[in-house]
């Protein structure tokens, strides 16, 4: 017999929960019903969504863990006052990437589903792409005359502005490479995205090391790189641009994508500030050497963002392709309970191994970090829950409501900063981002909810947060604090893990039919 959940009809065309259905395995007298199609239809997308999402993230994997180990020399080679200065170039970059876009980077993905043929598609394209060309280059040269006004009051002084203007052209490189990196997304060509991106980081990684390490080049060793990586990669991508790339504009066609993601500019504007306020506030009431023992902690912490960049990447075309089908909103709230389930289990984790991680990836100046680990994780697991529920906005096109959720989490962060920061330090910083970035998840979902309802699966999604505390709690207890480092790493780990998935098993969480599928799916990633 098998098993499977299938929805229960309320007899007004809305589907008001699950019931369990029994149905023959094979050879019975009874045909297979429509809830069962639907179940292996939904778990065949689950399967295909968890194999793409796996193959990007497997091609960030190796350069990821290189640049982890790479960290205590990073630690050891530069003062924390000048990783202080690098958090804020960081932040600079992040904030012209969104400005140099304009929105229209989620324009292109969204109306390229629409286009009719090969020919709009390539006028989609030379339109976004000749509109950046001419507004961003004259905002960059902009940016470039006016680095020292900008350098003196962000770092206190003017010894950083040469490696802000590498910066500002460095973003000006960025501001298109999209185009052809959002069509391979598209095409599902997940192998040839990942070859392309695995490439990019491994040289980055490299040529950091070389300028920051060997040639002791400091903060500017680091902005020359990246300027230096994203010349060879617009070199790398010619090809690709040519293809999409026509002498044609249409100015129908940029009317419509501004419509569209003008209102993601301040939306992605304020993701910035969620994502750096923190900093900038600490930066404002504390010398730039606490800034850099935080910065550190946040790079731990941002760890999980490898799983969470895979998602997003595999995510978005994923349900669009989706959205126009039979019984989407069912696809999306199984997908949810699993891939939360997913970030529960990676914050968990964190907490419990953080102090044993900084112990043994930082030199003892940095190890203050490990206070904030845990807190950066959970900021990162809140952030994925915003893009996993919050999708109803661009499916029903209601961009314009993103910049109410991410004003509402701004509000949040810039105030929790300023209370929290004075007082308690780069702690303080940490809880600031906890709560923007749980504002962010609540209001994104309530708003997605209300233009395109998702019935989640509450009852479930409860019990992973349950065990998620107690494998970090259980973590934690473990073994003491003096343990070596790698051995704390490994036994938290392994008893975070265990935990987790003991108290799943124990109150019932999965179901027979998922673990069958989950047993096939595995088989066959193992088979690829």
């Avoid at 030379?126 to 006016?146: E, K, P, R, Y």
């Avoid at 993701?271 to 023992?293: E, K």
């Avoid at 392709?321 to 964190?350: C, D, H, I, N, W």
């Amino acid at each position: 017999m098998i098993i499977c959940s299938v929805p229960n009809d309320n007899g007004n065309g809305q589907r008001s929960g699950s019931e369990l259905e029994v149905l023959p395995a094979s050879g019975g007298p009874l045909a297979p019903r429509r809830g069962a199609v639907r179940c292996g239809a939904v778990f065949r997308k689950l399967r295909e969504l968890t194999v793409n999402l796996t193959v990007y993230g497997v091609g960030d994997v190796a350069v990821q863990i290189a640049s982890f180990l790479l960290l205590p020399l990073y630690t050891i080679v530069l003062s924390t006052t000048e990783n202080g200065a690098i958090a804020l170039l960081l932040i600079v970059e992040q904030v012209m990437r969104v400005v140099n876009r304009w929105g229209v980077d989620a324009s292109f993905m969204r109306f390229y589903y629409d286009c009719a043929d090969d020919g709009a598609r390539r006028e989609l394209a030379s339109t976004i792409f000749f509109f950046l060309l001419a507004v961003s280059g004259g905002l960059t040269l902009a940016a470039v005359a006016a680095a020292p006004l900008i350098a003196e009051p962000l770092f206190g002084g003017a010894d950083f502005t040469t490696p802000l203007r590498l910066v500002f052209v460095t973003t000006l490189f960025g501001s298109v490479s999209f185009l052809p990196f959002h069509v391979l997304r598209i095409e599902q060509r997940a192998r040839t995205y990942v070859a392309l991106t695995f490439a990019n980081n491994l040289a980055t990684l490299l040529v950091k090391l070389l300028f920051v390490v060997v040639l002791r080049m400091s903060v500017l060793g680091v902005a020359l790189a990246d300027l230096l990586v994203a010349v060879g990669l617009a070199i790398a991508l010619a090809p690709r641009y040519a293809a999409l790339i026509r002498p044609v504009f249409s100015v129908r066609q940029l009317r419509a994508c501004l419509a569209f993601g003008l209102p993601r500019v301040p939306h992605s504007f304020a993701h910035q500030v969620i994502a750096t306020v923190d900093r900038f506030t600490l930066s404002r009431f504390a010398p730039l050497s606490p800034l850099g023992v935080y910065n550190i902690g946040v790079s731990l912490g941002l760890g999980l963002k490898l799983f969470l960049s895979a998602f997003e990447t595999a995510w978005a075309p994923f349900y669009f392709r989706e959205m126009k089908t039979p019984g989407a909103q069912r696809t999306f709230r199984t997908m949810s309970t699993y891939v939360f389930g997913v970030l529960v289990l990676l914050v968990a984790g964190l907490a419990a191994v953080g102090r044993d991680l900084v112990r043994l990836m930082t030199a003892p100046t940095y190890h203050g970090a490990a206070a904030v680990v845990p807190w950066i994780g959970l900021a990162v697991g809140l952030q994925g829950i915003y893009l996993l529920t919050s999708i109803g906005l661009n499916i029903t096109k209601r961009t314009a409501y993103y910049p109410v959720v991410t004003g509402a989490a701004t509000v949040a962060a810039v105030v929790a900063s300023l209370l929290l920061v004075p007082r308690y330090g780069i702690l303080g910083a940490a809880w600031s981002n906890v709560i923007a970035y749980g504002v962010l998840a609540a209001v994104g979902m309530a708003l997605s909810q209300r233009f395109y309802p998702i019935r989640y699966e509450w009852p479930r999604v409860w019990r992973l947060v349950a065990a998620g505390v107690l494998a970090a709690i259980a973590g934690t207890l473990v073994v003491g604090p003096t343990v070596a480092p790698l051995v704390g790493l490994l036994v938290r780990g392994t008893c975070a893990v265990a935990v987790f998935a003991g108290t799943l098993a124990a109150t019932g969480f999965f179901r027979p039919r998922e673990i069958v599928t989950v047993r096939e799916g595995l088989q066959g990633l193992f088979r690829r």
